[in-house]
């Protein structure tokens, strides 16, 4: 699976599970990239893959994250959807 679509189907759970809270859409995309990379390591386990080196910065650059000014945080101006990265 694509890792922007997975990270952001995760960001979303967070949201939905959090009641949509405003203002945390960076949070949770930060979350969720945690979770996928704890996903992606067992998974590698698992087929005996590689692992990224410690420390190596896998993160999404900041200009990755939507800007909430432009989307609006409300969930109904979202169409109850959540934009976490940018496409």
């Known amino acids: 699976m694509d890792r922007e679509r997975r990270i952001r189907e995760i960001a979303y759970s967070l949201w939905v599970a959090e009641g949509y ?37 896998t993160a999404a650059p900041k200009s990755a994250i939507s800007d909430e000014a432009a989307i609006g945080d409300d969930p109904e101006s979202r169409g109850d959807t959540y934009t976490g990265s940018a496409k």
């Not at 203002?23 to 945690?34: D, L, P, S, T």
């Not at 590698?44 to 692992?51: E, F, L, T």
């Open 21 to 57: 809270p405003t203002g945390q859409r960076e949070r949770h995309w930060r979350m969720a990239e945690q979770m996928f990379a704890k996903e992606e390591g067992e998974r590698d386990k698992r087929a005996g893959g590689a692992q990224p080196a410690a420390g190596m910065n």
